[in-house]
């Protein structure tokens, strides 16, 4: 039962360069398109959500985007900041991915 | 406004035993969801409770079960442990269905059986 899914385990930029993070679900009914990031140790926290009646939602550096079409969405950060690494969840109602792991260089 | 918090944080059972692990919900949240993250993979949503009803469950067998209290407070329960059943095991609450604010997570129970 893989609804979300995340493709890339793992994705390194520099700082100060944009991050893309992208997410691929099956189920049209989803009513929100979730962004969550997880430090070790820790719990995920709620990073950015999208309502499946958008295609856009910005918030500071954190944009998210969604192609209902593609079934896609994406989480862009500008710029991208070394505090930004972590792992990045993608969620749809309770489903969420495999998550990407952000490395971000200074 | 306290967050979520679990218990134990670490926890190590011998297959074939029982376990029982702890959840208190961030107040003012009335739904409470159990995640079993294993390692290198996303969280599965075990099942989730509102108002100390079971309202949804994930691909889980039975020996699974949980509870929620009046206080909105939870427990999850595991029988008959199993090795796979070791992984990160995420607590996580919200008023309602999470919509577009989500979840508040706590940071887990990390359960080994050996």
Redesign the interface.
């Known amino acids: 039962?893989q609804q979300?899914k995340?493709n890339s385990?793992s994705l390194s930029v520099q700082e100060g360069r944009i991050s893309i993070l992208n997410c691929d679900y099956t189920n049209s009914m989803f009513?929100?398109f979730?962004w969550?990031k997880k430090y070790p140790?820790?719990?995920?926290?709620?990073l950015i959500?999208i309502?499946s009646i958008k295609d856009k939602n910005e918030d500071g550096r954190f944009t998210v985007f969604l192609n209902k079409s593609a079934k896609h969405l994406s989480l862009h950060i500008v710029p991208s900041q070394p505090g930004d690494s972590a792992v990045y969840?993608c969620?749809a109602?309770?489903?969420?991915?495999?998550?990407t792991r952000l490395t971000v260089k200074p | 406004e306290t967050g979520?918090t679990q218990s134990p944080t670490h926890l190590i059972k011998t297959r074939g035993q029982q376990v029982t692990l702890r959840c208190s919900s961030q107040s003012g949240h009335n739904t409470v969801?159990w995640?079993q993250q294993a390692l290198?993979?996303?969280?599965?949503?075990i099942f989730?409770y509102y108002r100390e009803e079971e309202n949804?469950r994930?691909?889980f067998p039975p020996r699974f079960s949980g509870l929620q209290f009046p206080n909105y407070s939870s427990e999850l329960n595991v029988n008959a442990l199993e090795l796979d059943d070791s992984a990160l095991y995420?607590c996580?609450s919200s008023f309602g269905?999470?919509?577009?604010?989500?979840?508040?997570?706590?940071?887990?129970t990390r359960l080994t059986v050996v």
Not at chain 1, 93 to 99: D, E, K, P
Not at chain 2, 40 to 45: E, L, N, S, V
Not at chain 2, 97 to 108: A, E, H, N, Q
Request: glycine residues 22%.
């Open positions: 039962d979300v995340q385990p009513d929100y979730l969550y140790a820790e719990g995920p926290t709620f959500s309502s969840f969620a109602s309770v489903r969420f991915g495999a998550g | 979520v969801s995640y290198g993979q996303g969280p599965q949503f989730q949804g994930g691909n995420l996580a269905l999470p919509g577009p604010y989500g979840y508040t997570f706590g940071s887990g």
